[in-house]
């Protein structure tokens, strides 16, 4: 009986029309003890990248930490075992222990401590996928300290005419679209898992329903609203508005899989041509890196993530392949330094995604 209430309420949600993991981790998949049928090979790779790093968690810089505590928690609720459990805490707890001061300055390496909101947003969202594995309170409340300090004026939060922006640490002015696609994430993700839904009689302009939702939900559509407001930015690719560098790999793919975790109508418009266009850009037809992309290696692997969050599935089968037929005996991706664990935890957090995805098509076959 709890089995079959269990499965209505995932089928409940998928029928909601939901597109990541982000927004079904509170109902499981039924209970496995393998991997998915045909993410074999993605969950050993994940799961050996896991093992490689949980000895030395302590000394990772918090990006990585933040991509190894989600990607666990993802596995974990792919694959529920004990041994996946006990990473999400060994992660979730240096990636609390890294931080200075709550929500706001941290220390990588021997470097002096910094204000980061894009990191700050990585580890609330973590922090949530592990407050959600393991129901422990210090996790919620590390969330909660996070959604404080994204929304602070240290951090770069910003009012705009179209919704909310976050400025590029250090400068006056500089609104940085990858950042701002960052922190509505986590946003979102919170209003999604956590966060509250809003009372009251709607406002003026609004659409039915949307005074209801969280406030992390609506700030993220805000946000949303920005960045669509930034188009013209976005489409030459530019870093940030009110300047005209040319963006890198990363932010590029950083602001894709912002849009493409949240859904809906406001990020479909980006991601339509904006994900066949950093295929073109970053890999070649066999799905290999085009020659010199890997200078942006971190972007290579969150590339992979957000094929995967793409509707269009012939770029995550053919990214993938050619990924793991070039890996290393040790797990780790060929495109970036084996020593360079940001990258290495980034291609194991979108291996998790894939085997979720997996799972998840395997537990609606079997319904």
Known sequence: MKRACAAGLLAALLLAGCSSHERRFESLVPPRTKSPPGAEEED??????????????????????????????????????????????????????SRLRPGYEWREDAGPPRSDPGVTALAGTALIDAYLATR?????????????????????????????????????????????????????????????????????????????????????????????????????????????????????????????????????????????????AMFRANGHPRRGTTSSREGLALALSVFEEWSDRRYARRAFASALRTRRRDGSTSFAPARDSVTQAYFALSLARRVFHAAERAASRRR
Request: hydrophobic share 40%; net charge positive; glycine share 10%.
């Open 44 to 97: 050993a790779v994940a799961l050996q990248l896991i093992r490689r790093y949980r000895p030395v968690a302590r000394r990772l810089p918090a990006e990585t930490l933040a991509s190894l505590t989600q990607a666990s928690a993802i596995l974990y609720y792919a694959t529920p075992t004990t041994e996946l459990h006990d990473s999400v805490g060994r992660f979730a707890d240096a990636l609390l222990g």
């Open 136 to 280: 422990r309170q210090r996790y919620r409340s590390g969330v909660l300290s996070f959604v404080k300090a994204v929304r602070s004026r240290r951090l770069g939060w910003t009012r705009t005419r179209q919704g909310f922006a976050v400025r590029t640490p250090g400068t006056p002015r500089t609104l940085n679209i990858a950042l701002t696609g960052q922190v509505i994430q986590f946003l979102d993700h919170f209003g999604r898992a956590l966060d509250r839904p809003r009372s009251g009689h709607p406002t003026a302009g609004s659409q039915p329903g949307q005074d209801r939702l969280p406030p992390g939900r609506l700030a993220a559509r805000r946000g949303i609203d920005w960045i669509r407001s930034a188009q013209p930015a976005v489409g030459r690719w530019y870093a940030a508005v009110l300047t005209r560098r040319p963006r890198i790999g990363r932010e590029w793919a950083t602001t894709l899989l912002a849009l493409a975790v949240i859904g809906g109508g406001r990020a479909s418009g980006i991601l339509g041509p904006g994900v066949p266009a950093i295929w073109r």
